[in-house]
């Protein structure tokens, strides 16, 4: 039996019910392996192309058994069935998941980057990913995250908490 890996995910939504797209890629992402943790939900701002609607976003940490290119696929699966369409690059999006770390591998392939190559330029992957684990290294560099968000203009506002307990739920923030 392959031994579980930690692996933290980026979601991030724009188009239609945002909420619900996140709700609904959880809830897939839990076939993947053992969802430990999940970050508060963010409202943010585009980043790459500005005129569209705002995103929400959040980082998952999870434990899974699948291989990196595994997970991609099956990634690219369930953003196929939750009614992805893809537009333009940094579009607007119904469901997007990336792989922002995979254990501590460095990946560089043509189909996947890890760790992400914009970890350290987006406030809506910095902040949730500090929040799950502030003492996370950039295992390419051995920087720590939190270095680059002193960097980083972080325009973020909190949206929502979500909460497992006997099935996935969403509380609002104050």
């Not at 501590?104 to 929040?131: A, N």
Request: charged share 30%; net charge negative; with cysteine.
């Amino acid at each position: 039996m392959q031994s579980r890996k930690r692996v933290f995910l980026g979601l991030g939504s724009n188009v239609g019910d945002r909420i619900e797209n996140i709700l609904r890629a959880l809830e897939e992402l839990s076939r993947l392996g053992e969802m430990v943790r999940v970050s508060t939900v963010y409202e943010s701002e585009p980043w790459g192309v500005k005129e569209q609607p705002s995103f929400l976003n959040c980082v998952v940490e999870m434990k899974t058994s699948l291989s990196p290119e595994e997970l991609l696929s099956r990634i690219k699966d369930i953003e196929r069935r939750l009614g992805r369409v893809e537009r333009f690059h940094w579009g607007p999006r119904e469901i997007d998941i990336d792989i922002i770390l995979y254990d501590e591998l460095v990946i560089e392939s043509d189909k996947l980057k890890v760790p992400h190559p914009f970890i350290e330029k987006r406030d809506f992957v910095l902040v949730p990913l500090l929040e799950l684990d502030e003492d996370l290294v950039n295992p390419k560099s051995g920087v720590p995250y939190r270095t680059y968000l002193e960097r980083v203009r972080v325009a973020l506002k909190p949206f929502c908490c979500i909460r497992r307990e006997g099935g996935t739920s969403v509380g609002s923030l104050p």
